[in-house]
């Protein structure tokens, strides 16, 4: 679901942008803000959405705002300043004053080509038998070369990335060379 964070000097004003949104039937997730340190941690939770703010916030611009906002956001500026120029394709510029149906749609049409956020897959989980492999590959390089376990985990680890291999089957490879 989309989010939107409204970022404003004044609470007030927020409030009221925040009813007209909810008042046009967008069923969307809506966080209030009023400095630009809010909005970059409530952006940080969400997938995608747009951040609707004025030219100037507390802490900071507009623009510095828009260089610190991922690509999965997306910015609507409410302003009355007709010069004032967007920089960028993932900002809209949206007069003051302005209709309600002005508002939903510039919403729309900045939600419409959001970029998601890519979800993380779960790390696939290891088998028992492959957790004893490296266990035990952990213990030979603990024993032979006096490391510590973080320490051997770390090699078997940096390893396996170095060569292109799973941990499991580095852990074989250091096991295959303490026998000969």
Do not use: W
């Amino acid at each position: 679901m989309g989010s939107i964070i409204i970022a404003m000097p004044k609470i007030d004003d927020s409030n009221r942008i925040a009813a007209t949104i909810q008042n046009f039937g967008l069923a969307l997730d809506i966080e209030i803000c009023s400095s630009g340190a809010e909005v970059l941690r409530a952006v940080h939770d969400r997938d995608y959405g747009a951040v609707i703010c004025t030219k100037k916030l507390r802490d900071m611009s507009y623009a510095e705002l828009a260089d610190y906002l991922p690509i999965y956001f997306r910015m609507v500026i409410l302003t009355s300043d007709a010069a004032l120029e967007t920089f960028s394709d993932r900002m809209f510029k949206l007069m003051l004053p302005f209709r309600p149906g002005d508002l939903a749609a510039t919403l729309d049409l900045a939600l419409a080509g959001y970029y998601r956020r890519p979800k993380r897959k779960p790390l696939p989980q290891r088998s028992a038998v492959e957790k004893q492999i490296i266990d035990r590959a952990k213990a030979v390089l603990m024993d032979r070369n006096g490391m510590l376990e973080p320490e051997a985990f770390r090699y078997i680890q940096k390893n396996s990335m170095d060569c292109g291999r799973t941990m499991v089957e580095s852990a074989q490879m250091i096991l295959l060379m303490n026998k000969s």
